[in-house]
């Protein structure tokens, strides 16, 4: 069955970076756009962006271009979403989904990210 | 790229029909048959339960419903169970490979 596993929870400074991992299996991973997600805490979600595994092409949100980077390592299936200069608002919950189509099928478990 | 505009809220009893609202531009909702709907429980991963406006994946019971008209796409559930009661958000592409949410819409059974 399709799996994405996600690394665990970091507490940041402001102005540091993050970089958190989504492993998937039971599918090709190849194949796939995997996205990421995130959601403050109480508030709604907000898409991040996009990485394709086998091309390593990315599209990024407008608002955090420059500051997020997106990459995989296909040899473990795996994929990256690494944030710098984090500001206490990138406090936030954030999810891997891959999407089959128009549609994000499968959510990996969240990795919280506090900057305080 | 503005969030997509639904309700705070909305309600009914179990076995009435709530709908829910999703409004964006012509440059998502109206330009794309790509609106999809998101069920999310407290503590836990959103769920697909609608996509391309009004396909259902397979497991979701055919009480909910998609469609749009313009530039404004609806989330209906009929027959209200108490376990629908969650989180609803819309999301649409938006062009150039990019996607955006709704700003989400808290669904109670009363």
């Known amino acids: 069955q399709v799996q994405l596993v996600q690394s665990g929870a970091e507490v940041k400074k402001p102005g540091a970076s993050v970089k958190v991992s989504c492993q998937a299996s039971?599918?090709?991973?190849?194949?796939?756009?995997i996205h990421w997600v995130r959601q403050a805490p109480g508030q709604g979600l907000e898409w991040m962006g996009w990485?394709?595994?086998?091309?390593?092409?990315?599209k990024y949100v407008h608002k955090l271009q420059g500051r997020v980077t997106m990459t995989r390592d296909t040899s473990i299936s795996t994929v990256y979403m690494e944030l710098s200069s984090l500001k206490s608002d990138d406090t936030a919950m954030y999810y891997c989904?891959?999407?089959?189509?128009?549609?994000?099928?499968?959510w990996g478990q969240g990795t919280l990210v506090t900057v305080s | 790229q503005s969030a997509l505009t639904q309700p705070p809220s909305a309600s009914g009893s179990p076995g009435q029909s709530v709908t829910i609202s999703c409004t964006g531009t012509?440059?998502?909702?109206?330009?794309?048959?790509?609106v999809s709907w998101y069920q999310q429980y407290p503590g836990k991963a959103p769920k697909v339960m609608i996509y391309e406006v009004s396909k259902r994946p397979s497991g979701v019971p055919d009480r909910f419903s998609g469609s749009k008209s313009g530039n404004t796409a609806s989330l209906t559930v009929s027959g209200l169970q108490a376990e629908d009661e969650g989180d609803y958000y819309c999301?649409?592409?938006?062009?150039?490979?990019?996607?955006?949410f709704g700003t989400g819409t808290k669904v109670t059974v009363l």
């Open positions: 039971g599918y090709t991973f190849t194949g796939y756009y």
């Open positions: 989904t891959m999407s089959s189509s128009p549609r994000f099928d499968y």
């Open positions: 990485v394709h595994p086998n091309s390593g092409g990315t």
């Open positions: 999301c649409s592409h938006a062009g150039s490979d990019t996607y955006v």
């Open positions: 012509s440059s998502d909702v109206g330009g794309y048959n790509y």
